[in-house]
């Protein structure tokens, strides 16, 4: 079955800068959403389409994408910023596919 | 906006059943995009299952950990999106999250326990 891969973990001091990344091999052809979920929170979407912010989002958050890995970068980091995020995708019948989340700590 | 309220869910023995609904206002869901998702206690996103939309015929796929146990059901008339959970294990227990494109349902916890 198709999967998503992401680092279990990333740190950074607060003000630096935050990557995470996800790579699957269907990448290339089909767009990624990332999700970030605070503890004890459903998830919030932050990120569709690889590249493009829904409205309420900073822009210090941004999407890229290359090959088969696509990555979120978190600029000025804040305490706020500390949670879980996830990628998501989808396989080539469109099923929906979650990598395995990547837990975000502000040092 | 898009609003999205689950209910239902609660504590079941080994081998009963749960329905959660999931009930959505601002946005019709007849061609929308709906999965549920599940999240067992300290770990990740799961994915459960999907139903398509009604102009591609309307058909659902499923995980293959719940494939013949849970059958998901969408009512137009009420638009509303259901999660029926048969024949349930322990390893169930998670809270269940509907997706409705890309908006989340606030989560609703079942609990599989003897």
């Known amino acids: 079955s198709y999967e998503l891969t992401q680092p279990p973990s990333v740190s950074v001091s607060p003000g630096q800068t935050a990557r995470i990344t996800c790579s699957g091999d269907a990448l290339p052809k089909q767009y990624a959403f990332w999700y970030q979920q605070r503890p004890g929170q459903a998830p919030v979407l932050i990120m569709y389409?690889?590249?493009k912010r829904p409205p309420g989002i900073p822009g210090r958050v941004s999407g890229s994408s290359s090959g088969t890995t696509v990555t979120l970068t978190i600029s000025g980091v804040q305490a706020e910023d500390e949670a879980d995020y996830y990628c998501?995708?989808?396989?080539?019948?469109?099923?929906?596919?979650f990598g395995g989340g990547t837990k975000l700590t502000v040092l | 906006e898009v609003q999205v309220v689950q209910s239902g869910g609660g504590l079941v023995k080994p081998g009963g059943s749960l329905r959660i609904t999931c009930a959505v206002v601002g946005m019709s869901l007849s061609n929308a995009k709906l999965n549920w998702v599940r999240q067992a206690p300290g770990k990740g996103l799961e994915w459960v299952g999907r139903i398509k939309g009604e102009a591609d015929g309307g058909t659902t796929d499923y995980a293959a950990f719940v494939k013949g146990r849970f059958t998901i059901l969408r009512d137009d008339e009420k638009n509303t999106l259901d999660l029926q959970m048969d024949s349930l294990k322990t390893e169930d227990t998670a809270l269940y999250y509907c997706?409705?494109?890309?908006?989340w349902g606030q989560g609703t916890l079942a609990t599989v326990s003897s």
């Open positions: 389409e690889d590249t």
């Open positions: 997706l409705v494109g890309a908006k």
């Open positions: 998501q995708s989808t396989d080539i019948n469109g099923i929906v596919v």
